[in-house]
């Protein structure tokens, strides 16, 4: 990465199944990312619990001496639903404000193999960044195609022209976990100068509340 700025990366955000996957690649990679967080004395912020993919990589940040932050919505602890969080837990009242704490927490986002939910904050974070909400990178980590429809999709709807060349550039992706770390310490963020101009504080003249339940 020589020649190349590198962002500071302090904590990942990672989004991912509470299931295992059908393919055993799936948890390996999972496991995997873990350890590369760790060796990088990187901390990890996720959605909580020990389920699925989401305990192999906080298992894993965790043997390796980093912070986990599991935030989890209080729904989800009744009956021990999902299982004891690998490190310290935050309990919040919605799914909305986990993705809030989620955003507020964390220097980067990577996504792993998951379902609705994972999609769900994939695409929330990439809109967030796409109204500069936030700046941070967000990647993918691409595991035996996983993600490949989801990519050609995205790329289809640039061609349609309903997401921009520009907004494409928000989302990362990357077939290993070390490689889509360096990708996302060299992120920048290109900012669209018109939706850069929309002010999201709570004093604004244009936004009386900070409003994060925008979707385009």
Request: glycine share 8%; hydrophobic share 45%.
């Amino acid at each position: 990465m020589e020649g190349v700025s590198v962002r500071k990366i302090k904590k990942i955000c990672v989004f991912c199944g509470a299931n295992s996957g059908k393919d055993v690649a799936f948890v390996n990679a999972a496991f995997h990312l873990g350890e590369v967080l760790g060796k990088r004395k990187i901390d990890l912020v996720y959605g909580g619990g020990k389920l699925g993919l989401m305990g192999c990589v906080s298992t894993a940040v965790a043997q390796h001496e980093r912070q986990v932050l599991g935030i989890i919505p209080s729904a989800f602890t009744v009956n021990n639903l999902v299982g004891e969080t690998c490190g310290k837990e935050i309990k919040v009242a919605t799914m909305q404000e986990r993705l809030v704490m989620m955003m507020e927490l964390s220097d980067a986002f990577i996504a792993l193999p998951g379902g609705f939910g994972t999609l769900e904050e994939l695409f929330q974070m990439i809109s967030w960044a796409q109204l500069s909400i936030h700046n941070k990178p967000i990647g993918v980590l691409n595991i035996n195609g996983f993600f490949n429809g989801l990519l050609s999709f995205v790329d289809h709807a640039v061609k349609q022209e309903f997401i921009t060349p520009r907004a494409r550039k928000i989302l990362i992706s990357a077939t290993t976990a070390d490689e889509l770390v360096d990708k996302l310490q060299a992120f920048r963020f290109e900012s669209d100068p018109v939706l850069s101009k929309l002010k999201w504080s709570p004093s604004s003249s244009q936004k009386e509340k900070l409003d994060l339940t925008l979707r385009l």
